[in-house]
C-alpha cells in the first residue's frame, strides 16, 4: 500500500549536487507512486538539493508515521521533529514562508506540501519554492500518510572535493560550452514555453484530451512571445545555473485581482490551453497558481480536467454528475474543479483519488471500455503526443514511472532533422532523419534512457545536456565533472552501464508490481492518425510498433515479455541487488 507506513520516502540529492559543477541543483524524491501504483519518482530543481548536502546529508530514507503533523528540521548534521499542526490552514506557499520565519532565516530551504497532501489527494506535489516541484506520481501524498508536513534544511558543511581545481577548470569549459549553443540561447529566454512553439507550429499539441493535434482556438494570443511581453517581469535561476528558465509572472485575474507567481511550463501552458481548449493566458496562469496553492501536480490536474470536459462533450457524463456545466476553455468550470480536487469536495473530489476510481464510479461495470478516453500508460496520464517520432513514442511507452515521461526517455534530437552521420557522432549509431519512421529507432531511446538516469543520478539539469541539444553535456562531459570532484577515475562507458543498471533496477521494480510487455503501450488514442500540420496521418501502427518493441527488448537484453535475462543482470551486476527488500 503506497499510503501505508512501511512505503520508504527517499530523498536523494545527486554526486555532483551543491559543487561547482554547472547547472547540478537536482534531488530525487522516489516511493511507490499513490497515483499509478507503481514506480514513484520526481525530481527538482532550485536550492533544496545543495542545502541538504551543507547540512550534512546526501540522502533521507524515511519510514514510519507521526501520530501528529510534523517537520523536519535538519541544520548542520542535526536533526529534529518539531510540530507542524498549525500549518494545517495555510497554503503551500504560506508553508514555506512560515517555517523560515519560524526559524529565524530567510535563507533556510523547505521541501513541504500543501492541502492538497495533507488531505491524501493521490497527486499531490513537493515544493521548494513557487517555481520548483517535484510534481509527478504523488510523492506529496506520500509525505501527508506519514503526517510529515516539510522539510526544512540549512548548514554549512563543505562537500569534499577530490581535485578542486581540476573541477573550477571542468566547469568554466563547460559554462563556455554551453552558453555558446543555440539550445541555451533559445532556453534561456523561452524556458519551456519553446515547447509551446514547436508543438503549435509542428501540430503535435494535446488538443481537446489529445482529440485532435492542433488547437483552432487561441490564435495569435497563445504564443510565447505575448507571454513574454505582457506577463512576464522576470526569471528565476536554480543553484550555480546560467540558463534561468523559470518564469515570474504578473497579471490581472478574472475577478480583477493583481497576482504574482512563478511559471508557467510548457506543461502548464500545453495542457491547461490546448488540452482543456483555451488560448488565454490569463487562465492558464489562475489554473497553474492554484495548483501550486493546493500543491497538486500540474499535468495531472490538467489531465483529469480535459478528461472530464471530453466525457461531457461525448454526452457521457451530464450536470447530474458534474453540478456544472463543462465545456472546452470555460475558464469558471477549470478553477472550480481545481478547487474541489484539492479540497476533495464535490465533484472534483471524486478525481482527488485517481481517475481508476472515478471512471469505476462513472461507467461501473463497463469502465474498462471508457478507459479509451483518458491517455495513460502505466497508470498515469500522458505529457506529450509522440505518433510523429517513433523512438519518441518508444520511449514514452517504456518509461519506467509511467505517464510517457519526457523526462526519462525523450530522444528530442528525433525532431531536429539530422543526417545520420551527425547522430552517428553524437550517439554512436546512425539515426534515420524521418521522425515517422520505425527503423532503428530502439538505440536512440535507450541511450536517451542512460543519459537521463546519469543525469539525475549526478544531479545535473536536463536542460544543460544532449536530451535537450546536440551541443550541450553528454556522457563525456559528465566524466570530466566527477573525476575532478572523486577518485573514482570514471569513464562515459562506465557511466553509460552505470544509466543501464538504474534502468534496469528500476524495471526490476516494476516486474515485481506485474507490470511486463502489456504495459509497455501508447494510449489508445495515438493509433488514431492526425488530421493537420505537416505531419497529417501520423500514427502508431500496432503490428509495427510490437516489432520495435522486440528490437528494444533485444537491445536491452529482456526477453519477449521485457523482463532482463540472467545474462543481462549478471553483466550489470544485478543479480543480488538487495533493493528489493525496500
Not at 508515521?65 to 542535526?78: A, F, K, N, T
Not at 530567510?106 to 519554492?129: E, K, W
Not at 496521418?537 to 537484453?557: A, N
Request: with cysteine.
Amino acid at each position: 500500500d503506497p499510503l501505508s507506513p512501511e512505503n520508504p520516502l527517499i530523498l536523494g540529492a545527486g554526486l555532483l549536487t551543491g559543487t561547482h559543477g554547472i547547472a547540478t541543483a537536482r534531488f530525487n524524491i522516489s516511493a511507490k507512486s499513490p497515483e499509478s501504483g507503481n514506480l514513484g519518482d520526481s525530481n527538482s530543481g532550485g536550492f533544496f538539493g545543495p542545502e541538504l548536502r551543507f547540512a550534512g546529508y546526501d540522502h533521507l530514507l524515511i519510514r514510519g508515521r507521526s501520530p501528529s503533523p510534523v517537520y523536519l528540521w535538519i541544520h548542520d548534521g542535526e536533526i529534529e521533529f518539531r510540530d507542524a499542526s498549525y500549518l494545517k490552514n495555510h497554503t503551500l506557499p504560506q508553508t514555506l514562508d512560515v517555517i523560515r520565519t519560524e526559524l529565524g532565516d530567510q535563507d533556510i530551504q523547505v521541501a513541504a506540501i500543501g492541502p492538497a497532501g495533507r488531505r491524501l489527494v493521490v497527486f499531490a506535489n513537493v515544493m521548494c519554492t513557487i517555481g520548483d516541484a517535484a510534481g509527478r506520481t504523488g510523492m506529496g501524498t506520500v509525505m501527508g500518510s506519514k503526517n510529515l508536513w516539510a522539510i526544512a534544511v540549512r548548514g554549512k558543511q563543505p562537500i569534499q572535493i577530490a581535485n578542486p581545481e581540476r573541477l573550477m577548470e571542468v566547469a568554466a569549459k563547460q559554462y563556455r560550452q554551453i552558453t555558446q549553443t543555440k539550445g541555451y540561447k533559445a532556453t534561456a529566454l523561452y524556458g519551456t514555453l519553446m515547447r509551446l512553439s514547436i508543438s503549435r507550429t509542428q501540430g503535435q499539441e494535446p488538443a481537446l484530451n489529445y482529440q485532435y493535434n492542433m488547437l483552432e482556438s487561441g490564435g495569435e494570443e497563445f504564443d510565447p512571445e505575448v507571454f513574454i511581453q505582457k506577463y512576464e517581469y522576470g526569471k528565476m535561476a536554480c543553484f550555480n545555473c546560467p540558463v534561468h528558465t523559470k518564469h515570474l509572472h504578473r497579471f490581472t485575474s478574472r475577478d480583477r485581482e493583481g497576482l504574482t507567481g512563478a511559471g508557467p511550463e510548457y506543461g502548464g501552458a500545453g495542457y491547461f490551453g490546448s488540452s482543456c481548449g483555451t488560448g488565454d493566458w490569463v487562465t492558464i496562469m489562475e489554473c497553474w497558481d492554484l495548483c501550486n496553492q493546493y500543491g497538486l501536480d500540474i499535468l495531472t490536474t490538467a489531465g483529469y480536467i480535459a478528461w472530464v470536459m471530453e466525457l461531457y462533450q461525448r454526452e457521457l457524463i451530464d450536470n447530474s454528475i458534474t453540478g456544472m456545466p463543462l465545456r472546452w476553455g470555460d475558464h469558471d468550470a477549470m478553477i472550480n474543479l481545481i478547487h474541489q480536487m484539492g479540497r476533495r469536495e464535490g465533484f472534483g473530489g471524486l478525481l482527488s483519488d485517481g481517475w481508476q476510481k472515478a471512471n469505476l464510479e462513472f461507467f461501473g461495470k463497463n469502465a474498462k471500455e471508457y478507459e479509451r478516453y483518458i491517455p495513460t500508460i502505466k497508470g498515469m496520464t500522458v505529457d506529450q503526443d509522440t505518433r510523429g517520432t517513433k523512438a519518441m513514442a518508444l520511449g514514452a511507452a517504456t518509461a519506467t514511472r509511467g505517464g510517457g515521461c519526457h523526462l526519462r526517455s525523450r530522444f528530442t534530437m528525433e525532431e531536429m532533422d539530422l543526417p545520420p552521420e551527425a547522430t552517428k557522432k553524437i550517439i554512436g549509431r546512425p539515426v534515420v532523419s524521418d521522425p515517422d519512421s520505425y527503423e532503428g529507432k530502439a538505440y536512440p531511446a535507450i541511450w536517451t534512457e542512460n543519459l537521463c538516469a546519469v543525469g539525475d543520478a549526478l544531479g545535473i539539469c536536463r536542460f544543460v545536456t544532449k536530451w535537450l541539444s546536440p551541443g550541450l553535456l553528454g556522457f563525456n562531459e559528465f566524466a570530466e565533472a566527477v573525476n575532478a570532484v572523486t577518485i573514482y577515475n570514471t569513464t562515459p562507458e562506465k557511466l553509460m552501464e552505470a544509466g543501464e543498471r538504474i534502468y534496469n533496477l528500476e524495471r526490476l521494480f516494476l516486474i515485481r508490481e506485474g507490470l511486463d510487455r502489456k504495459d509497455d503501450r501508447v494510449p489508445e488514442k495515438f493509433h488514431e492518425a492526425w488530421q493537420y500540420g505537416f505531419q497529417k496521418g501520423s500514427r502508431i501502427e500496432k503490428e509495427k510498433f510490437e516489432t520495435l518493441l522486440d528490437e528494444y527488448y533485444r537491445e536491452h537484453g529482456w526477453d519477449a515479455e521485457g523482463i532482463p535475462t540472467r545474462e543481462t543482470l549478471e553483466r550489470l551486476e544485478l543479480v543480488d541487488e538487495p533493493s528489493h527488500l525496500l
